[in-house]
């Protein structure tokens, strides 16, 4: 195995919620360089925990985290690989414009003044919302400032993207809409994607790989290629057909098994 077949190499790792109640238990992952890779897993099972293990905010009870070689600290300045952070909600502060909104987070990063100007259009060109760059955030939709929360997150120009559930508030069309560009973009860079869901259509139609998680606490139940050349099509029988498999695959681990036996015999 290469050094960038492991950019990301998680070995062991537990974590809690408190200091008490297991979310993370003996995970292992690896993800390549470049690569996007799904995180799928039932509701509460701990997918965001591991994200937050992963950024260095929560630090682990055991294990090991290393991003490029590095550990993961448990906290920023440590010299370790610059993180984007996408979540479910955008987190927009209202009394600031896009463009505002977008400097913030460039600045906190040491981006030169004379380039933040530059990143916030080039980002905002990017996801197609370059006309909102002056408009206040509540004055955007749901689908305009989750675009607004990517590219405040990929402006910094972070070599390993998080993302968690980002879509899963927005209408399927929008949610849709969303997961092309977001494909499209990763197309078009060379940076690592982690991406959070509990929607195994969603991690089908992006993922190159999906780390399928058991219920909580969390660990790696198993690992399924996605065989489906890119551009996709998220209509496509052939992931209509792996959906399927997926599900019954989890659905005993996913504590499911006997409530499906007894809702088909009804």
Not at 7 to 33: H, K, Q, W
Not at 100 to 126: F, H, K, S, T
Request: aromatic share 6%; with cysteine.
């Amino acid at each position: 195995m290469t050094h960038s077949d492991h950019y990301i190499r998680v070995t062991g790792l537990d974590v809690s919620y408190d200091g008490f109640t297991p979310a993370v238990t003996d995970l292992n992952m690896d993800v390549a360089e470049g690569e996007f890779v799904a995180v799928l897993g039932p509701s509460g099972c701990g997918k965001s925990t591991l994200l937050h293990a992963i950024s260095g905010v929560v630090p682990p009870q055991s294990g090991t985290i290393e991003i490029a070689g590095r550990p993961v600290g448990s906290g920023r300045g440590d010299g370790s690989v610059p993180i984007g952070y996408v979540l479910q909600e955008h987190r927009l502060l209202p009394w600031r414009t896009v463009a505002q909104n977008i400097a913030i987070v460039l600045r906190a990063a040491g981006v030169p003044d004379d380039e933040v100007d530059l990143r916030i259009d080039r980002y905002l060109n990017m996801l197609h919302i370059s006309k909102f760059r002056d408009t206040w955030p509540l004055r955007l939709s749901g689908g305009q400032r989750q675009r607004v929360s990517i590219a405040r997150a990929l402006a910094v120009e972070p070599a390993v993207v998080l993302m968690d559930e980002p879509f899963s508030t927005l209408d399927e069309v929008t949610a849709r809409v969303m997961r092309q560009q977001l494909a499209e973009l990763w197309e078009e860079s060379s940076q690592t994607i982690v991406f959070v869901t509990h929607s195994i259509r969603e991690a089908l139609f992006l993922a190159g790989r999906i780390f399928i998680l058991t219920q909580g606490p969390a660990r790696v139940f198993d690992t399924i290629e996605v065989p489906v050349s890119r551009p996709r099509r998220y209509e496509d029988p052939r992931l209509t057909e792996l959906e399927a498999q997926i599900v019954e695959h989890v659905m005993d681990e996913w504590g499911y098994g006997a409530t499906a036996g007894e809702d088909a015999q009804r």
